[in-house]
Protein backbone atom coordinates (compact mmCIF):
# COMPACT_ATOMS: atom_id res chain seq x y z
CA UNK A 1 0.00 0.00 0.00
CA UNK A 2 1.92 3.15 -0.97
CA UNK A 3 1.43 6.14 1.15
CA UNK A 4 2.86 9.60 1.27
CA UNK A 5 4.72 11.32 4.20
CA UNK A 6 5.23 14.60 4.44
CA UNK A 7 7.71 16.96 6.61
CA UNK A 8 6.30 19.38 8.57
CA UNK A 9 9.26 21.74 11.23
CA UNK A 10 10.44 25.53 11.76
CA UNK A 11 13.12 26.78 9.07
CA UNK A 12 16.68 24.91 9.38
CA UNK A 13 15.82 22.41 11.92
CA UNK A 14 16.81 19.44 9.98
CA UNK A 15 13.73 18.26 7.26
CA UNK A 16 16.32 18.11 3.91
CA UNK A 17 18.84 16.92 5.82
CA UNK A 18 17.10 14.47 7.47
CA UNK A 19 14.93 12.99 3.97
CA UNK A 20 18.36 12.96 2.36
CA UNK A 21 19.73 10.57 5.04
CA UNK A 22 16.57 8.80 4.80
CA UNK A 23 16.50 8.08 1.24
CA UNK A 24 19.80 9.46 0.09
CA UNK A 25 18.37 12.21 -1.99
CA UNK A 26 18.93 16.06 -1.77
CA UNK A 27 15.60 17.67 -2.63
CA UNK A 28 16.77 21.19 -2.30
CA UNK A 29 17.75 21.84 -6.29
CA UNK A 30 16.76 25.41 -7.04
CA UNK A 31 19.99 27.26 -7.61
CA UNK A 32 18.62 30.60 -4.90
CA UNK A 33 17.64 27.28 -2.67
CA UNK A 34 21.62 25.97 -2.92
CA UNK A 35 22.70 29.15 -2.47
CA UNK A 36 20.87 30.37 0.46
CA UNK A 37 20.47 26.75 1.82
CA UNK A 38 17.18 26.59 2.87
CA UNK A 39 14.30 25.45 0.97
CA UNK A 40 11.73 27.36 -0.86
CA UNK A 41 9.90 24.89 -3.01
CA UNK A 42 8.58 21.11 -2.53
CA UNK A 43 11.35 18.24 -2.87
CA UNK A 44 10.14 14.58 -3.70
CA UNK A 45 12.07 11.62 -2.76
CA UNK A 46 11.04 7.83 -2.84
CA UNK A 47 11.43 5.73 0.52
CA UNK A 48 10.80 2.32 0.76
CA UNK A 49 11.42 0.64 4.19
CA UNK A 50 12.85 -2.72 5.21
CA UNK A 51 9.24 -4.14 6.08
CA UNK A 52 8.46 -3.45 2.08
CA UNK A 53 5.97 -0.38 2.32
CA UNK A 54 6.91 2.08 -0.21
CA UNK A 55 6.27 5.79 1.10
CA UNK A 56 6.74 9.11 -1.43
CA UNK A 57 8.30 11.73 0.70
CA UNK A 58 7.33 15.51 -0.18
CA UNK A 59 9.95 17.54 2.01
CA UNK A 60 8.42 21.15 2.42
CA UNK A 61 9.86 24.41 3.46
CA UNK A 62 10.12 25.71 6.86
CA UNK A 63 10.67 29.58 6.26
CA UNK A 64 7.16 31.46 7.40
CA UNK A 65 7.33 33.14 3.94
CA UNK A 66 6.90 29.52 2.31
CA UNK A 67 3.93 28.54 4.51
CA UNK A 68 1.57 28.52 1.43
CA UNK A 69 3.76 25.70 -0.55
CA UNK A 70 3.75 23.98 3.05
CA UNK A 71 0.41 23.76 3.04
CA UNK A 72 0.06 22.68 -0.65
CA UNK A 73 2.83 20.28 -0.03
CA UNK A 74 1.14 18.79 2.80
CA UNK A 75 -2.37 18.33 1.19
CA UNK A 76 -2.81 14.88 0.32
CA UNK A 77 -0.22 13.16 2.22
CA UNK A 78 -1.38 10.43 4.69
CA UNK A 79 1.26 10.91 7.11
CA UNK A 80 3.52 13.61 8.86
CA UNK A 81 7.06 13.79 9.58
CA UNK A 82 7.45 17.20 12.07
CA UNK A 83 11.19 17.71 12.57
CA UNK A 84 12.43 19.40 15.88
CA UNK A 85 15.91 20.92 16.13
CA UNK A 86 17.05 18.77 19.44
CA UNK A 87 18.78 21.74 20.49
CA UNK A 88 16.08 24.82 19.84
CA UNK A 89 12.71 22.68 20.82
CA UNK A 90 9.41 24.02 18.93
CA UNK A 91 9.55 26.97 17.46
CA UNK A 92 6.63 29.18 15.41
CA UNK A 93 5.94 27.27 12.35
CA UNK A 94 6.49 24.30 14.55
CA UNK A 95 3.07 25.33 16.30
CA UNK A 96 2.15 26.66 12.35
CA UNK A 97 3.10 23.78 10.37
CA UNK A 98 1.53 20.94 13.32
CA UNK A 99 -2.17 23.19 13.67
CA UNK A 100 -1.80 23.05 9.43
CA UNK A 101 -1.29 19.27 9.70
CA UNK A 102 -4.67 18.76 12.12
CA UNK A 103 -6.70 21.32 10.06
CA UNK A 104 -5.86 19.15 7.36
CA UNK A 105 -6.97 15.59 9.43
CA UNK A 106 -3.69 14.23 8.70
CA UNK A 107 -3.52 12.08 12.16
CA UNK A 108 -0.70 9.44 12.17
CA UNK A 109 2.89 10.46 11.84
CA UNK A 110 6.42 10.68 13.57
CA UNK A 111 8.53 13.61 15.43
CA UNK A 112 11.98 13.80 14.84
CA UNK A 113 14.39 15.31 16.96
CA UNK A 114 17.15 16.49 15.07
CA UNK A 115 21.06 17.67 15.12
CA UNK A 116 21.50 14.83 18.36
CA UNK A 117 24.95 14.59 17.66
CA UNK A 118 25.05 18.81 18.74
CA UNK A 119 23.68 18.62 22.29
CA UNK A 120 23.69 17.26 25.59
CA UNK A 121 21.90 14.12 26.49
CA UNK A 122 19.72 16.35 29.24
CA UNK A 123 18.80 18.73 25.71
CA UNK A 124 17.78 15.75 24.15
CA UNK A 125 15.61 14.66 27.39
CA UNK A 126 13.95 18.02 27.35
CA UNK A 127 13.32 18.48 23.52
CA UNK A 128 11.46 14.56 24.28
CA UNK A 129 9.56 15.76 26.90
CA UNK A 130 8.12 18.99 24.37
CA UNK A 131 7.82 17.00 21.85
CA UNK A 132 5.59 14.30 23.33
CA UNK A 133 3.32 17.41 24.54
CA UNK A 134 2.68 18.77 21.38
CA UNK A 135 1.74 15.47 19.38
CA UNK A 136 0.10 13.09 22.29
CA UNK A 137 0.42 9.92 20.55
CA UNK A 138 3.39 10.27 18.01
CA UNK A 139 5.97 8.10 18.24
CA UNK A 140 9.32 10.46 18.83
CA UNK A 141 12.67 9.51 17.23
CA UNK A 142 16.03 11.20 18.41
CA UNK A 143 18.16 11.06 15.01
CA UNK A 144 21.22 12.73 13.65
CA UNK A 145 21.72 13.04 10.12
CA UNK A 146 25.51 14.11 10.61
CA UNK A 147 26.34 10.73 12.17
CA UNK A 148 23.40 8.70 11.18
CA UNK A 149 22.19 7.89 14.52
CA UNK A 150 18.15 7.07 14.65
CA UNK A 151 18.03 6.51 11.15
CA UNK A 152 16.90 3.29 11.38
CA UNK A 153 14.62 3.85 14.11
CA UNK A 154 13.01 6.16 12.46
CA UNK A 155 12.49 3.59 9.46
CA UNK A 156 10.81 1.47 11.81
CA UNK A 157 8.69 4.32 13.80
CA UNK A 158 7.41 4.77 10.07
CA UNK A 159 6.53 1.63 8.88
CA UNK A 160 4.93 1.68 12.42
CA UNK A 161 2.41 4.11 11.63
CA UNK A 162 2.20 3.75 8.30
CA UNK A 163 0.67 0.39 9.47
CA UNK A 164 -2.09 1.96 11.53
CA UNK A 165 -2.31 4.80 9.26
CA UNK A 166 -5.98 5.08 7.06
CA UNK A 167 -5.77 4.12 3.76
CA UNK A 168 -5.84 5.81 0.56
CA UNK A 169 -9.24 5.23 -1.68
CA UNK A 170 -8.34 4.04 -4.50
CA UNK A 171 -11.67 2.74 -6.15
CA UNK A 172 -12.96 6.83 -6.25
CA UNK A 173 -13.00 8.66 -8.65
CA UNK A 174 -9.43 10.13 -10.07
CA UNK A 175 -8.30 13.10 -8.63
CA UNK A 176 -4.81 14.49 -8.89
CA UNK A 177 -3.72 18.43 -7.47
CA UNK A 178 -0.80 19.12 -10.15
CA UNK A 179 1.98 20.73 -8.41
CA UNK A 180 4.53 20.91 -11.07
CA UNK A 181 4.63 20.76 -14.54
CA UNK A 182 7.76 20.81 -17.38
CA UNK A 183 8.53 19.75 -21.05
CA UNK A 184 9.96 16.05 -21.72
CA UNK A 185 11.90 16.75 -25.03
CA UNK A 186 10.24 13.76 -27.18
CA UNK A 187 7.43 13.03 -24.37
CA UNK A 188 5.76 16.51 -24.04
CA UNK A 189 4.37 17.96 -20.94
CA UNK A 190 5.08 16.31 -17.69
CA UNK A 191 2.63 17.00 -15.06
CA UNK A 192 3.09 15.74 -11.42
CA UNK A 193 0.99 15.84 -8.05
CA UNK A 194 -0.25 13.22 -5.14
CA UNK A 195 -2.81 11.27 -6.44
CA UNK A 196 -5.41 11.63 -3.77
CA UNK A 197 -7.91 9.10 -4.52
CA UNK A 198 -8.40 6.44 -7.81
CA UNK A 199 -6.17 5.52 -9.88
CA UNK A 200 -4.28 6.94 -13.27
CA UNK A 201 -3.12 4.51 -16.20
CA UNK A 202 -2.35 5.10 -19.76
CA UNK A 203 -4.87 5.87 -21.98
CA UNK A 204 -7.10 7.23 -19.51
CA UNK A 205 -9.41 9.96 -20.43
CA UNK A 206 -9.16 12.86 -17.87
CA UNK A 207 -10.62 16.62 -17.37
CA UNK A 208 -8.29 19.45 -16.15
CA UNK A 209 -10.06 21.45 -14.11
CA UNK A 210 -10.55 24.20 -13.79
CA UNK A 211 -9.55 25.01 -17.53
CA UNK A 212 -12.69 21.95 -18.53
CA UNK A 213 -10.45 20.79 -21.25
CA UNK A 214 -10.22 16.83 -21.76
CA UNK A 215 -7.07 15.37 -22.02
CA UNK A 216 -5.65 11.50 -22.40
CA UNK A 217 -2.79 10.11 -20.56
CA UNK A 218 -0.30 8.89 -22.48
CA UNK A 219 2.26 7.56 -19.93
CA UNK A 220 2.65 7.64 -15.85
CA UNK A 221 5.32 7.25 -13.95
CA UNK A 222 5.74 6.68 -10.49
CA UNK A 223 9.70 8.63 -9.00
CA UNK A 224 10.84 7.89 -12.40
CA UNK A 225 9.69 4.31 -12.82
CA UNK A 226 7.22 4.08 -15.41
CA UNK A 227 3.99 2.15 -14.43
CA UNK A 228 0.74 0.90 -16.29
CA UNK A 229 -1.16 2.38 -13.51
CA UNK A 230 -0.82 4.63 -10.67
CA UNK A 231 -2.77 4.75 -7.16
CA UNK A 232 -3.98 6.73 -4.61
CA UNK A 233 -0.90 7.73 -1.84
CA UNK A 234 1.64 7.98 -5.09
CA UNK A 235 3.46 10.42 -6.08
CA UNK A 236 2.91 10.79 -9.86
CA UNK A 237 3.60 12.28 -13.16
CA UNK A 238 1.28 12.06 -15.52
CA UNK A 239 2.22 12.81 -19.90
CA UNK A 240 -0.48 15.05 -21.72
CA UNK A 241 0.20 14.89 -25.18
CA UNK A 242 -1.19 17.92 -26.91
CA UNK A 243 -1.58 19.81 -23.62
CA UNK A 244 1.01 23.27 -23.40
CA UNK A 245 2.97 23.48 -20.17
CA UNK A 246 1.58 27.09 -19.73
CA UNK A 247 -1.87 25.42 -19.94
CA UNK A 248 -0.94 23.91 -16.12
CA UNK A 249 0.09 25.54 -13.38
CA UNK A 250 0.15 24.76 -9.52
CA UNK A 251 -3.52 24.37 -7.97
CA UNK A 252 -4.84 22.71 -11.54
CA UNK A 253 -6.59 19.91 -11.18
CA UNK A 254 -7.16 16.24 -13.33
CA UNK A 255 -9.75 14.03 -12.41
CA UNK A 256 -12.33 11.68 -13.61
CA UNK A 257 -15.02 12.99 -16.16
CA UNK A 258 -17.75 14.09 -14.80
CA UNK A 259 -17.15 13.43 -11.07
CA UNK A 260 -15.48 17.18 -10.21
CA UNK A 261 -15.96 20.55 -11.73
CA UNK A 262 -14.86 23.77 -10.75
CA UNK A 263 -16.63 26.08 -8.29
CA UNK A 264 -16.12 29.48 -6.83
CA UNK A 265 -18.31 28.72 -3.43
CA UNK A 266 -18.02 26.30 -0.78
CA UNK A 267 -19.76 25.35 1.89
CA UNK A 268 -17.79 24.36 5.18
CA UNK A 269 -17.88 23.05 8.21
CA UNK A 270 -15.54 25.44 10.04
CA UNK A 271 -12.51 23.54 11.83
CA UNK A 272 -11.09 25.34 15.38
CA UNK A 273 -7.19 26.26 15.23
CA UNK A 274 -6.43 24.29 18.14
CA UNK A 275 -4.44 27.01 19.84
CA UNK A 276 -4.10 26.10 23.28
CA UNK A 277 -2.90 22.49 22.25
CA UNK A 278 -0.58 23.54 19.44
CA UNK A 279 1.14 26.14 21.92
CA UNK A 280 1.52 23.50 24.50
CA UNK A 281 -0.22 25.73 27.00
CA UNK A 282 -2.62 24.28 29.07
CA UNK A 283 -5.40 22.51 28.09
CA UNK A 284 -8.24 25.98 27.65
CA UNK A 285 -11.60 25.84 26.81
CA UNK A 286 -11.97 24.68 23.00
CA UNK A 287 -12.34 27.55 20.82
CA UNK A 288 -15.33 28.26 18.98
CA UNK A 289 -15.10 26.78 16.12
CA UNK A 290 -14.52 29.20 13.81
CA UNK A 291 -13.92 31.41 16.73
CA UNK A 292 -12.94 34.62 14.99
CA UNK A 293 -12.19 34.65 11.17
CA UNK A 294 -11.02 37.63 9.36
CA UNK A 295 -13.91 38.07 6.63
CA UNK A 296 -11.21 37.79 3.74
CA UNK A 297 -9.08 35.05 3.99
CA UNK A 298 -6.43 33.08 1.82
CA UNK A 299 -8.28 29.72 0.95
CA UNK A 300 -5.54 26.88 0.50
CA UNK A 301 -7.44 23.66 -1.10
CA UNK A 302 -5.04 21.03 -2.98
CA UNK A 303 -2.14 23.08 -4.26
CA UNK A 304 -4.96 25.48 -4.87
CA UNK A 305 -4.62 29.07 -3.36
CA UNK A 306 -7.36 32.20 -3.67
CA UNK A 307 -8.68 34.87 -1.59
CA UNK A 308 -12.25 34.10 -0.38
CA UNK A 309 -15.05 35.83 1.26
CA UNK A 310 -15.81 34.19 4.61
CA UNK A 311 -19.75 34.35 4.83
CA UNK A 312 -20.86 33.18 8.52
CA UNK A 313 -23.68 30.92 9.18
CA UNK A 314 -24.12 30.68 12.68
CA UNK A 315 -21.16 29.64 14.94
CA UNK A 316 -19.90 26.21 13.19
CA UNK A 317 -20.24 26.98 9.45
CA UNK A 318 -19.11 29.28 6.48
CA UNK A 319 -19.69 29.88 2.67
CA UNK A 320 -16.44 31.00 1.23
CA UNK A 321 -16.88 32.52 -1.57
CA UNK A 322 -14.13 32.34 -3.68
CA UNK A 323 -11.97 34.75 -6.27
CA UNK A 324 -10.61 31.95 -8.23
CA UNK A 325 -12.54 28.55 -8.56
CA UNK A 326 -11.37 25.67 -7.27
CA UNK A 327 -12.08 21.44 -7.91
CA UNK A 328 -13.47 20.29 -4.77
CA UNK A 329 -15.37 17.17 -3.08
CA UNK A 330 -17.40 16.79 0.01
CA UNK A 331 -15.56 16.03 3.19
CA UNK A 332 -12.35 17.63 1.50
CA UNK A 333 -10.34 19.79 4.30
CA UNK A 334 -9.33 23.19 3.58
CA UNK A 335 -7.33 25.73 5.35
CA UNK A 336 -7.72 29.02 5.84
CA UNK A 337 -4.84 31.64 6.45
CA UNK A 338 -4.53 35.57 6.70
CA UNK A 339 -1.08 36.65 7.33
CA UNK A 340 -1.07 33.28 9.63
CA UNK A 341 -2.77 30.64 9.65
CA UNK A 342 -6.08 31.20 11.07
CA UNK A 343 -8.69 28.31 10.94
CA UNK A 344 -9.51 26.16 8.45
CA UNK A 345 -12.77 23.51 7.65
CA UNK A 346 -14.16 20.84 5.84
CA UNK A 347 -16.29 20.75 2.32
CA UNK A 348 -19.94 19.70 3.14
CA UNK A 349 -20.94 20.90 -0.30
CA UNK A 350 -18.22 21.74 -3.15
CA UNK A 351 -21.06 23.62 -4.98
CA UNK A 352 -23.70 25.17 -2.75
CA UNK A 353 -25.84 27.28 -3.97
CA UNK A 354 -25.01 31.21 -3.42
CA UNK A 355 -27.85 31.67 -0.67
CA UNK A 356 -28.19 28.67 1.99
CA UNK A 357 -29.49 28.74 5.46
CA UNK A 358 -28.32 27.55 9.04
CA UNK A 359 -30.52 24.60 8.48
CA UNK A 360 -29.31 23.50 4.83
CA UNK A 361 -25.72 23.13 6.73
CA UNK A 362 -27.15 21.22 9.44
CA UNK A 363 -28.34 18.96 7.36
CA UNK A 364 -25.54 18.93 5.14
CA UNK A 365 -23.69 18.21 8.57
CA UNK A 366 -25.95 15.34 9.26
CA UNK A 367 -25.00 13.85 6.36
CA UNK A 368 -27.80 14.75 3.65
CA UNK A 369 -26.70 15.40 0.56
CA UNK A 370 -28.36 17.91 -2.06
CA UNK A 371 -28.04 18.42 -5.31
CA UNK A 372 -27.56 21.95 -6.17
CA UNK A 373 -25.18 22.38 -9.32
CA UNK A 374 -25.05 19.64 -11.93
CA UNK A 375 -23.84 16.36 -11.02
CA UNK A 376 -23.99 13.04 -13.30
CA UNK A 377 -25.84 10.27 -11.46
CA UNK A 378 -26.50 7.04 -13.54
CA UNK A 379 -24.92 8.52 -16.90
CA UNK A 380 -27.52 11.62 -16.56
CA UNK A 381 -26.66 14.85 -15.49
CA UNK A 382 -29.27 16.53 -12.78
CA UNK A 383 -29.67 19.74 -11.08
CA UNK A 384 -31.48 21.93 -9.28
CA UNK A 385 -34.02 24.60 -10.51
CA UNK A 386 -32.31 26.86 -8.31
CA UNK A 387 -28.66 26.39 -9.53
CA UNK A 388 -30.28 26.50 -13.14
CA UNK A 389 -31.66 29.93 -12.29
CA UNK A 390 -28.53 30.94 -10.78
CA UNK A 391 -26.93 30.37 -14.39
CA UNK A 392 -29.59 32.13 -16.33
CA UNK A 393 -29.34 35.38 -14.33
CA UNK A 394 -25.14 35.32 -14.34
CA UNK A 395 -25.62 34.77 -18.31
CA UNK A 396 -28.07 37.66 -18.53
CA UNK A 397 -26.13 39.83 -16.81
CA UNK A 398 -23.29 39.25 -18.82
CA UNK A 399 -25.26 39.71 -22.20
CA UNK A 400 -26.58 42.84 -20.67
CA UNK A 401 -22.56 43.89 -20.12
CA UNK A 402 -21.74 42.40 -23.74
CA UNK A 403 -21.30 44.65 -27.00
CA UNK A 404 -24.46 45.35 -27.99
CA UNK A 405 -23.26 44.69 -31.82
CA UNK A 406 -22.76 40.55 -30.82
CA UNK A 407 -24.99 40.66 -27.72
CA UNK A 408 -24.09 36.58 -26.83
CA UNK A 409 -22.05 35.17 -24.41
CA UNK A 410 -19.75 31.78 -24.98
CA UNK A 411 -21.44 28.65 -24.33
CA UNK A 412 -20.38 27.54 -20.46
CA UNK A 413 -16.93 25.27 -21.01
CA UNK A 414 -18.06 22.94 -18.55
CA UNK A 415 -19.20 19.13 -19.14
CA UNK A 416 -23.05 19.73 -18.67
CA UNK A 417 -22.86 22.07 -20.93
CA UNK A 418 -24.81 19.95 -23.64
CA UNK A 419 -27.07 18.92 -20.97
CA UNK A 420 -27.78 22.24 -19.47
CA UNK A 421 -27.85 25.08 -22.39
CA UNK A 422 -31.34 23.81 -24.03
CA UNK A 423 -32.90 24.24 -21.01
CA UNK A 424 -31.72 27.69 -20.58
CA UNK A 425 -34.05 28.82 -23.19
CA UNK A 426 -31.49 31.15 -25.13
CA UNK A 427 -30.91 30.70 -29.08
CA UNK A 428 -27.53 29.07 -29.76
CA UNK A 429 -25.91 30.65 -32.33
CA UNK A 430 -22.40 29.09 -33.26
CA UNK A 431 -20.54 28.88 -30.12
CA UNK A 432 -22.39 31.13 -28.56
CA UNK A 433 -26.28 32.31 -27.18
CA UNK A 434 -28.28 35.32 -27.38
CA UNK A 435 -31.46 35.87 -26.48
CA UNK A 436 -34.16 34.83 -28.45
CA UNK A 437 -34.11 36.99 -31.86
CA UNK A 438 -31.95 39.49 -30.23
CA UNK A 439 -30.36 41.36 -33.33
CA UNK A 440 -27.13 43.38 -33.35
CA UNK A 441 -27.56 47.09 -31.96
CA UNK A 442 -25.69 50.37 -32.39
CA UNK A 443 -27.21 51.36 -29.07
CA UNK A 444 -24.73 54.36 -27.64
CA UNK A 445 -22.49 53.61 -30.46
CA UNK A 446 -24.65 55.55 -33.40
CA UNK A 447 -22.61 58.75 -32.51
CA UNK A 448 -19.22 56.94 -33.54
CA UNK A 449 -21.10 55.27 -36.56
CA UNK A 450 -22.06 58.02 -37.92
CA UNK A 451 -18.18 59.66 -37.43
CA UNK A 452 -16.75 56.95 -39.46
CA UNK A 453 -19.43 57.30 -42.09
CA UNK A 454 -18.93 60.27 -42.70
CA UNK A 455 -14.82 60.35 -42.46
CA UNK A 456 -15.32 57.74 -45.96
CA UNK A 457 -14.83 58.56 -49.39
CA UNK A 458 -12.63 56.76 -52.22
CA UNK A 459 -9.99 56.62 -50.10
CA UNK A 460 -9.60 53.67 -47.75
CA UNK A 461 -10.12 54.73 -43.98
CA UNK A 462 -8.64 52.63 -41.49
CA UNK A 463 -10.99 51.18 -38.91
CA UNK A 464 -10.11 50.28 -35.54
CA UNK A 465 -13.18 48.22 -34.44
CA UNK A 466 -13.77 45.16 -36.80
CA UNK A 467 -17.31 44.61 -35.23
CA UNK A 468 -18.78 47.62 -35.84
CA UNK A 469 -17.30 47.40 -39.78
CA UNK A 470 -19.20 44.28 -40.25
CA UNK A 471 -21.94 45.54 -38.59
CA UNK A 472 -22.33 48.84 -40.82
CA UNK A 473 -21.55 46.36 -43.95
CA UNK A 474 -24.35 44.24 -42.50
CA UNK A 475 -26.32 47.49 -42.86
CA UNK A 476 -25.02 48.98 -46.11
CA UNK A 477 -23.67 52.01 -44.69
CA UNK A 478 -19.82 50.74 -45.52
CA UNK A 479 -18.20 48.13 -47.54
CA UNK A 480 -14.79 46.57 -46.29
CA UNK A 481 -11.60 46.34 -48.00
CA UNK A 482 -8.19 44.83 -47.54
CA UNK A 483 -7.56 44.34 -43.71
CA UNK A 484 -9.14 46.56 -41.61
CA UNK A 485 -10.22 49.39 -43.87
CA UNK A 486 -13.37 50.68 -45.35
CA UNK A 487 -14.56 52.84 -48.23
CA UNK A 488 -18.29 54.49 -48.89
CA UNK A 489 -20.96 51.94 -50.86
CA UNK A 490 -20.63 55.28 -53.30
CA UNK A 491 -16.87 54.66 -53.73
CA UNK A 492 -17.48 50.95 -54.31
CA UNK A 493 -20.00 52.19 -57.21
CA UNK A 494 -18.25 54.59 -58.71
CA UNK A 495 -15.05 52.25 -59.15
CA UNK A 496 -17.62 49.19 -60.12
CA UNK A 497 -18.69 51.68 -62.82
CA UNK A 498 -15.03 52.20 -64.29
CA UNK A 499 -14.43 48.66 -64.76
CA UNK A 500 -14.54 47.23 -68.56
CA UNK A 501 -13.75 43.77 -69.38
CA UNK A 502 -9.66 43.10 -69.74
CA UNK A 503 -8.92 46.13 -67.59
CA UNK A 504 -5.47 46.18 -65.82
CA UNK A 505 -4.64 47.17 -62.61
CA UNK A 506 -2.53 50.49 -64.29
CA UNK A 507 -5.80 51.32 -66.07
CA UNK A 508 -8.21 50.65 -63.32
CA UNK A 509 -5.88 53.10 -61.27
CA UNK A 510 -6.07 55.84 -63.71
CA UNK A 511 -9.61 55.56 -64.76
CA UNK A 512 -10.37 56.22 -60.92
CA UNK A 513 -7.66 58.62 -60.16
CA UNK A 514 -6.26 56.84 -57.08
CA UNK A 515 -2.99 55.24 -56.03
CA UNK A 516 -1.65 51.87 -57.32
CA UNK A 517 -2.17 50.71 -53.36
CA UNK A 518 -5.33 51.70 -52.99
CA UNK A 519 -6.49 50.27 -56.91
CA UNK A 520 -5.31 47.20 -55.90
CA UNK A 521 -7.53 47.07 -52.77
CA UNK A 522 -10.43 47.49 -55.04
CA UNK A 523 -9.37 45.38 -57.49
CA UNK A 524 -9.44 42.56 -54.46
CA UNK A 525 -12.40 43.13 -53.26
CA UNK A 526 -14.16 42.81 -56.68
CA UNK A 527 -12.70 39.46 -57.06
CA UNK A 528 -13.70 38.68 -53.87
CA UNK A 529 -17.42 39.57 -54.38
CA UNK A 530 -17.07 37.47 -57.66
CA UNK A 531 -17.63 40.66 -60.30
CA UNK A 532 -14.22 39.79 -61.45
CA UNK A 533 -11.22 37.49 -62.24
CA UNK A 534 -7.82 37.82 -62.41
CA UNK A 535 -6.44 36.12 -66.10
CA UNK A 536 -2.91 36.92 -65.78
CA UNK A 537 -2.03 40.77 -65.38
CA UNK A 538 -6.08 41.88 -66.45
CA UNK A 539 -9.24 41.44 -64.83
CA UNK A 540 -12.39 40.26 -66.61
CA UNK A 541 -15.94 40.68 -65.68
CA UNK A 542 -17.76 37.66 -64.83
CA UNK A 543 -21.32 37.49 -66.15
CA UNK A 544 -23.90 35.37 -64.14
N1 LIG B 1 24.97 19.13 13.53
C1 LIG B 1 23.98 18.82 12.72
N2 LIG B 1 23.55 19.72 11.83
C2 LIG B 1 22.53 19.40 11.02
C3 LIG B 1 21.91 18.14 11.08
N3 LIG B 1 20.90 18.11 10.16
C4 LIG B 1 20.91 19.32 9.55
N4 LIG B 1 21.88 20.09 10.05
C5 LIG B 1 22.20 21.45 9.60
O1 LIG B 1 21.11 22.31 9.81
C6 LIG B 1 20.99 23.23 8.75
C7 LIG B 1 19.60 23.20 8.19
O2 LIG B 1 19.35 21.94 7.63
P1 LIG B 1 18.22 21.71 6.53
O3 LIG B 1 18.07 20.25 6.39
O4 LIG B 1 18.48 22.51 5.32
O5 LIG B 1 16.99 22.35 7.31
P2 LIG B 1 15.50 22.46 6.79
O6 LIG B 1 14.61 22.15 7.93
O7 LIG B 1 15.32 21.63 5.57
O8 LIG B 1 15.37 23.99 6.44
P3 LIG B 1 14.23 24.69 5.54
O9 LIG B 1 13.87 23.72 4.48
O10 LIG B 1 14.79 25.94 5.01
O11 LIG B 1 13.09 24.93 6.47
C8 LIG B 1 22.08 22.88 7.76
O12 LIG B 1 23.15 23.74 7.94
C9 LIG B 1 22.44 21.47 8.11
O13 LIG B 1 23.77 21.17 7.81
C10 LIG B 1 22.40 17.19 12.04
O14 LIG B 1 21.91 16.08 12.18
N5 LIG B 1 23.40 17.59 12.82
MG1 LIG C 1 14.64 22.13 3.75
Known amino acids: MPLTVGTAGHIDHGKTALVEALTGKNTDRLPEELARGISIDLGYAPLELPDGTSLSVVDVPGHERFVRTMVAGASGIDLFLLVIDAGEGARPQTHEHLAILRLLGIEHGVVALT ?10 ELARMEAE ?44 HVDRSFTLRGIGTVTTGTLWSGTIGEGD ?34 SLPGVERQELRRGDVLVTPGTAGPSFRLDVALEPLEAGRARG ?54 VLRAGTTVGGGMVLDPAPPRHSDLARFEALDRGET ?21 LRGDLDAAIDAADPLDPGVPVPAAEWAK ?62 VGDGFAISPAAYAQARAVLADG ?15 TAQLYLERFDADGVTRRVGDARVLRRR
Open 115 to 124: KADAVEEEML
Open 133 to 176: ELVPGAPVVSTSARTGVGIDELRAALAEVAARGTRPDTVGPARL
Open 205 to 238: ELRLEPRGRTVRVRSVQVHDRPVERAEAGQRVAV
Open 281 to 334: EAAGARPRAGGELPPRVMLHHGTAETTARVVRAGDRFAQLRLSRPVVAARGDRV
Open 370 to 390: FVHAPVRVDGEWRWSQEWLDE
Open 419 to 480: AVVPQLGFELRGAKLYRPGAAAELGEREEEAAALQADLGLEPVSIEDPALARYLEEQGRLVR
Open 503 to 517: ITLAQFRDALGVGRK
